[in-house]
């Protein structure tokens, strides 16, 4: 009897079996939460993940129905033939998809460039009635008073600037000697450029700045630029670098001079200051000759704009944070200022030169001296809470630095 009990007791390896199954759901559900959890966690670090994919078939797809529109007259632009005819203008790859936004490198007559555009239908940008009143009326052309108020309202909508009263400004080029046989289909392609903030900022930079990538042409709602490799967290010096790591150095040097000529560029060499709000490797590029170029510009405001952007409702400081520009809030208003209290400067140290100082220097020729005021210079730059900060002092105090430690290398190599 006390055996037959003993057995009845026993509760075996998993115990009852309706309990064994109990644990089973348990454990499975655990390893199924904890794979939601860690999903989650990429997602907020990464939200390009679940985003659509940049494959060549769609890409080509989007091509091949531009070209189609184009020989059907619904658009057109100066790269159309060469993409479209004579197949000088070559689909290579993608390389950014995400939310329409679509971004393409093609070979252009043995050149490499960029194909963007914000859109990847040119259906997406509806053609207002006036536009279609002007591409019916062949007496009326590209200077026509209501079309130059239109193109006023569009380059004030993008970025907050004034074009002169009947004049065309910077987008002069795109509207002169252009209207042909295809009337409709260059007012709706003109009117899909000027509907892209990147595209307006940069051909109003045309030919004004080094630092800025030039507009090579366009078809239909896609722009061409210049391509260049754009920097990665992924290398050790934030930017592909030719020849022996120990050159690194004093090529890192002549970039981040170059880096200061653009902070100096932006902020005083144009009639509103240039506030770059999205400061990473991967928005800049540099040419073969160290110049640091701005290739991602969908982040950067003049001031005006910047000044609309900031004015927004507030309960705290952060609620004034806009990406890489920041503003204060008045608690007393609950409105964000519309002056913006970091800088540039600021953020490049933060996000580029902290990167790079000392790290690139240690085991160059720099003296352990020069590399700790470099250190030292850049930290105080960097430092949002720094009394000196943003001050111009901060800026001659870097280059000064820079300067003299590109000369410790040129020295050392004499």
Known sequence: MVRAAGARGRPGPCGRRRRCGRG????????????????????????????????????????????????????????????????????????????GKKVLQADWRGRPVILKSKEEAFSSFQLPGLLDDLAEDATRGFLDPELLL????????ALGLELPAG??????????????????????SLWALLQQEEFVLLVTLQG????ALPVLGSCGHFYAVEHLVAGSPRHNTLFPLDGPPRGHAQAVGDIALSFLDLV????????????????KPENFAIRRDFTVVAIDVDMAFFE???????KQNCTGDKDCNFFDCFSKCDLRVNKCGAQRV???????????????????????????????QL????????????????APTVFWKLRQLLQAALRELQEAEE
């Open 342 to 372: 970091n800088s540039n400067l600021q953020v490049i140290c933060d996000k580029i030169f902290r990167h790079w100082f000392p790290s690139t220097l240690r085991g160059s020729t720099v003296s352990i001296p020069l590399q700790r």
């Open 264 to 279: 100096r560029h932006f902020d005083h060499d144009f009639s509103h200051r240039l506030h770059l709000c999205d400061v």
């Open 208 to 211: 004004l700045s080094p630092h």
């Open 167 to 188: 004049r065309l400004g910077p987008l002069g080029p795109l509207w002169l000697g252009r209207l042909g046989l295809r009337r409709r289909g260059q007012l709706a």
């Open 304 to 310: 005006p704009k910047m000044k609309e952007i900031l």
């Open 24 to 99: 089973a759901l348990l454990a499975c559900a655990a390893w199924a939460a904890g794979w939601v959890l860690a999903a989650a966690l990429l997602l907020r670090a990464h939200p390009d993940v679940l985003s659509e994919r940049c494959t060549d078939e769609k890409s080509r797809r989007i091509l091949a129905a531009l070209c189609q529109d184009y020989h059907g007259g619904v658009l057109a632009g100066d790269l159309c033939e060469d993409l479209c005819v004579a197949g000088t203008l070559r689909y290579r790859r993608c390389l950014y998809y995400e939310r």
């Open 150 to 157: 239109l193109a006023a309202g569009e380059v004030r909508s």
């Open 375 to 390: 250190r030292e210079a850049v930290r105080e730059c960097a430092d949002l809470g720094s009394p000196h900060g943003t």
